[in-house]
């Protein structure tokens, strides 16, 4: 993707975590993705990496209406994704999309709810739902903006992300069209 949708991507988002009274910490660890798409409008990811620990990581996210995050799993990463504000979709299944039609059980909210894969799930501000090892999902705002939180075991997103479609990639190669206003966690 191109440096200068990097730039716009992580000024969008600073302004909307400031108007919804979101502090970033000093030097915060920015990571903006289009997971190698080249649509970042269609998928596309803006998050900063608040803390991350070997036992423990926290993210804020931001994403815009309609904005995808592809369906992938974690094989280590147990995570709760949380709506902090403007609300959110997260499509949900117990293996890899269209080969599983199980129902099964995850926690919403905190409370053990019954899924069939494949089933989206609605998050209006304050919601969250826990995700554990091996539950594709795949998220994307209905609101023009939306603040995402993540709040996790620990964090490697190297080597524990696997997507569904294996075209995907995690990080994107960035085109030099404009300097970059801050480094990225992969640079
Ligand atoms: O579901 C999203 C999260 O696991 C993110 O932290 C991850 O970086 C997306 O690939």
Redesign the pocket.
């Known amino acids: 993707m191109k440096r200068s949708e990097i730039n716009a991507a992580i000024e969008k988002a600073t302004r909307c975590f400031s108007e919804h009274h979101w502090n970033l910490p000093p030097n915060p660890k920015w ?1 903006v ?1 289009d ?1 190698g798409l080249g649509d970042f409008k269609s998928a596309g ?1 803006v ?1 900063i990496n608040l803390c991350e620990e070997d036992e423990y ?1 926290e ?1 804020l ?1 931001y994403a815009e209406k309609d904005q995808v ?1 592809p369906a ?1 799993t ?1 094989k280590i ?1 147990k ?1 709760d ?1 949380i709506c902090r504000n403007g609300e959110l979709i997260v499509q949900v299944w117990a293996g890899q999309p269209g080969e599983w039609n199980s129902s099964f059980k995850m926690k919403v909210n905190g409370e053990y709810t019954s899924i069939t894969s494949g089933d989206e799930i609605k998050l209006s501000r304050g919601e969250r739902i826990t ?1 554990v090892p091996g539950v594709y ?1 795949k ?1 994307f705002p209905t609101s023009d903006e939306c603040i995402i939180g ?1 709040v ?1 075991t620990a ?1 490697d ?1 190297l080597n524990d ?1 696997f ?1 569904s479609d294996p075209e995907i990639g ?1 990080f994107s190669s960035i085109i030099e069209d404009e300097d970059p206003i801050v480094k990225l966690v992969n640079e």
């Open positions: 990571d993705t997971f990811l998050l990581c993210k996210m995050t992938h974690h990463k995570e994704i995700l999902h998220f993540e996790s964090n997103d992300n997507f995690r």
